[in-house]
């Protein structure tokens, strides 16, 4: 039994145009030590995924409407609020994409990651800020005692992403969710967190789920990838076989929409491959496959949706692969 | 080939709040003497991390912004000895992208007068001739003239960014200032932008500078570059050159800490090269190069004397 487990999850959302399903049936699996990677464009479901296995769903308007999610063995969905506060935490973190608005800024970055340690550890206050100043330690921020009485806004955006990750692990999560956790970072800071994660996941073994719209960032971080398009899984497997031999039209084009930065040919690099269109308003999502319209190798057989299946290593949702049409 | 732009000795200097009132002011250099020049029809790269200066340098080329001290020709002539009239003038000819798609298009504005205000402005042609310049746009940018007639909001991100691409065309100018215009958008999206605006350089022999934190997207689309930090350009190269010859140490860094596909967890990769730390303060920057702090190479005359740009390149060991 792996560590996480989301099994057929199911959740939609309350909106005007009556109830849109933002997951539809979504399956993966976690073990511990290892870092699945989710991705997909904005608006496909990575982070309400995220958000449904850390119980953090706004309802109303959301509500998941069937499925499980395992923690240990430990059903998630359905647990009262001051057991799911209790795993929030100390068995499961959340890193945010934007460090500045999720940390508080009338507390000190020590002050914060203490509150963390106080809530699931029995210590006293003074201990707490103690391990807080380790763990920025850890997270390799610089003369992490005076750092640590620093507010939010004294400190870069890297470092607000360091005490955040700080936070996140000061109670060794055994799975640790990072939503985007880079996108508001520069380059070289970026590489910085990455290093970080890893070196985590390899002192903790820590199960981490990196959820990205960027294949660059899963090639460096993930063991296993879960492509995701308008609320379903289509593609899942082992990294390299994703990177080297995508299935699905949607995963290929992702892969080759990114600019190379490799030595490549001299001269003006030819136009990038596109995918047309944008992902469809979950409303006006038909019975059909939700990427006929973007996608260049529809058929007539598109008309009805698609079921992730195939290769158990490497299962895709695609009538065209599956018919070898591709 | 002609150059387009070209700025001399560019400096843009912020004033800052005084610590108290018989403090002496302390001023921000976000932007240090720096010289380039963009060649008509050709793609100038500006690239670098936050707070390096690369959108003070370009809004200040094209004198958007405050204090700039240098000289600035377009065309041939100084932008910053126009007067003011003349300047609103010369503006349609510079036109400009924008990095967020959502906060730079007017939220209760319809996107045909967004586009058209331009020509308003301006006063060029009458009403009629500007509606069908507005349609024309669309059409250009790969828009339905369907949409001519709806709000921002009713857009995607990628969209949005074609009414901007479409606002900036609208009174055909030479040169575009592309402020990070693709760093907003998912990948997906990413790559029909930075296509659409390859085929207009194409078709309407236009000019861009630049600006962007992504070196992939860099290479995709300049064909010069100026690599910043600290407010001064530390490289200046063809594209060709710089990708496959850095010679700065930050170049250097900032290609191998770029994420890469080749780059694989499963195979134990590591990156080739770390860089440790944040840039310094643009306030009371270190007396050497900006870069020794973090630089691998440094030596001990890097904290002590800046490095010149010499053969292109600003750095004490590269040059020797």
Redesign the interface.
């Known amino acids: 039994m792996a560590l996480l487990e989301i099994n057929d999850l199911k959740v939609e959302f309350g909106t005007r145009y009556g109830p849109v399903t933002a997951l539809d049936g979504v399956s993966l699996e976690v073990e511990a030590g290892e870092?699945l990677g989710v991705v997909g464009?904005?608006g496909c479901g990575k982070s309400i995924t995220a958000l449904s296995v850390m119980g953090l769903i706004p309802s109303p308007p959301g509500k998941i409407a069937g499925g499980s999610i395992k923690l240990g063995g430990e059903e998630l969905i359905g647990l009262p609020d001051k057991r799911l506060r209790q795993l929030r935490g100390s068995d499961m973190a959340m890193i945010f994409q934007e460090p500045m608005t999720s940390l508080n800024p009338v507390f000190t970055a020590g002050d914060q990651i203490a509150e963390a340690i106080m809530l699931h550890q029995d210590v006293g206050k003074a201990e707490a800020f103690n391990r807080a100043v380790e763990l920025l330690d850890r997270v390799g921020i610089?003369e992490a005692r005076r750092r640590a009485s620093d507010y939010p806004h004294q400190l870069?955006?890297?470092?607000r992403q360091r005490v955040m990750i700080a936070m996140a692990v000061s109670c060794q999560p055994k799975v640790l969710i990072a939503d985007e956790p880079t996108t508001a970072l520069?380059?070289?800071?970026?590489?910085?967190i990455?290093?970080l994660l890893?070196d985590i996941q390899r002192d903790f073994g820590t199960a981490i789920i990196m959820i990205t719209?960027?294949?660059?960032?899963i090639?460096?971080?993930?063991?296993r990838v879960a492509v995701m398009y308008a609320g379903k899984v289509i593609e899942q497997g082992?990294?390299?076989d994703i990177?080297d031999n995508p299935k699905h039209p949607y995963a290929q084009?992702?892969?080759a929409?990114?600019?190379?930065?490799?030595?490549g040919d001299?001269?003006?690099?030819p136009?990038?491959?596109?995918?047309?269109g944008?992902?469809p308003p979950l409303h006006l999502l038909g019975e059909g496959c939700a990427f006929a319209d973007r996608c260049a190798h529809k058929y007539d057989a598109c008309a009805k949706a698609p079921v992730l299946g195939g290769d158990t290593a490497h299962p895709v949702a695609c009538h065209a692969s599956a018919e070898a049409r591709i | 080939m002609s150059v387009i732009l070209e700025a001399k000795d560019l400096t843009v200097r912020f004033p800052m709040p005084r610590k108290s009132l018989f403090a002496e002011r302390q001023h921000l250099e976000a932007v240090r003497s720096i010289s380039f020049q963009l060649e008509k029809g050709r793609t100038l790269g500006i690239v670098g991390e936050s707070g390096s200066g690369k959108t003070t340098a370009a809004m200040a080329s094209i004198r958007l912004t405050g204090p700039a001290t240098g000289a600035v020709e377009f065309e041939g002539e100084d932008l910053f000895t126009l007067d003011d009239e003349a300047m609103r003038k010369r503006r349609a000819d510079i036109q400009l992208i924008f990095q967020d798609p959502y906060s730079s298009l007017n939220p209760r504005d319809r996107v045909s007068h967004i586009v058209q205000e331009p020509l308003d402005l301006l006063e060029i042609g009458d009403e009629a001739s500007r509606k069908a310049r507005v349609e024309e746009l669309f059409k250009l940018v790969g828009l339905r003239p369907d949409q001519l007639n709806l709000f921002p909001h009713q857009f995607s991100g990628g969209q949005r960014q074609r009414i901007s691409i479409a606002r900036a065309l609208a009174t055909n100018p030479k040169l575009i200032v592309c402020d990070e215009p693709v760093s907003a958008l998912d990948v997906a999206i990413q790559a029909q932008i930075l296509n659409l605006l390859a085929k207009l350089q194409e078709e309407l022999g236009l000019s861009y500078l630049f600006i962007s934190h992504d070196l992939g997207v860099i290479r995709q689309v300049c064909d010069d570059i100026a690599v910043m930090y600290l407010g001064r350009i530390v490289e200046q190269a063809s594209r060709d050159e710089l990708f496959t010859n850095p010679r700065h140490p930050y170049t250097q860094a900032l290609l191998a800490a770029a994420p890469s596909l080749a780059r694989r967890k499963s195979s134990g990769a590591k990156r080739p090269q770390q860089l440790k730390g944040d840039p310094p303060s643009p306030i009371n920057p270190p007396p050497g190069c900006a870069f020794a702090e973090r630089c691998p190479l440094a030596e001990a005359v890097c904290k002590q004397m800046p490095p010149p740009l010499e053969n292109g390149v600003a750095c004490h060991v590269a040059n020797r």
């Open positions: 870092t464009e904005s610089p870069s955006g890297g470092m520069d380059v070289t800071v970026q590489a910085q990455f290093d890893n719209h960027d294949m660059g960032a090639a460096e971080m993930a063991d082992v990294a390299d990177l084009g992702l892969i929409c990114i600019p190379a930065l490799g030595k001299a001269g003006r690099p136009p990038l491959a596109e995918i047309p944008v992902v």
